[in-house]
C-alpha cells in the first residue's frame, strides 16, 4: 500500500510560480510511473503531467506545455511539480497519482493510488 499526500498549493496571481510537492509512504516511489491531475469545480478531473519511474520519459496535457515541469527524486520518495506563468484556468485541486502495471499516462484509470489533493487557486 502507498500514501501519497501532495503539498505546496495555495492562493496566487497570475504569472506566478508554484511547486507541488508528492510525498509518498509505505512504499518507495522507485518502480511506480506518477502522475498528476487537476479537477476544476463543476468538471471532471483532467490529466495534467506524467513521469515514467525513472524519470526518463515525461507527458504534458498541451495547455501546460513549457508553463509545468514534472520531477522526482526516487532517493527522497517524492515527485514534484513545478507551475510557472500559472494562469487563472490552472485554478483547481491538484492530485498526484502512482500507477503500476498497464500505465497510460493520461488515463486516470490506470493509476492506483491517490493522494487527497492540494488546493491552487490563481487570481487575475
Known sequence: ???????GGGLVHAGD????????????????????????PGKERE?????GSRGLATYYVDSVKGRFTISRDNSK?????????????????YYCAAS???WN?????????????TQVTVSS
Open 1 to 7: 500500500q502507498v500514501q501519497l499526500e501532495e503539498s
Open 17 to 40: 510560480s508554484l511547486r507541488l510537492s508528492c510525498a509518498a509512504s509505505g512504499r518507495t516511489l522507485r518502480s511506480y510511473p506518477m502522475g498528476w491531475f487537476r479537477q476544476a
Open 47 to 51: 490529466f495534467v503531467a506524467a513521469i
Open 77 to 93: 520518495n517524492t515527485v514534484n511539480l513545478h507551475l510557472n506563468s500559472l494562469k487563472p484556468e490552472d485554478t483547481a485541486v
Open 100 to 102: 503500476q502495471n498497464d
Open 105 to 117: 499516462p493520461r488515463i486516470p484509470h490506470s493509476y492506483v493510488y491517490w493522494g487527497r489533493g
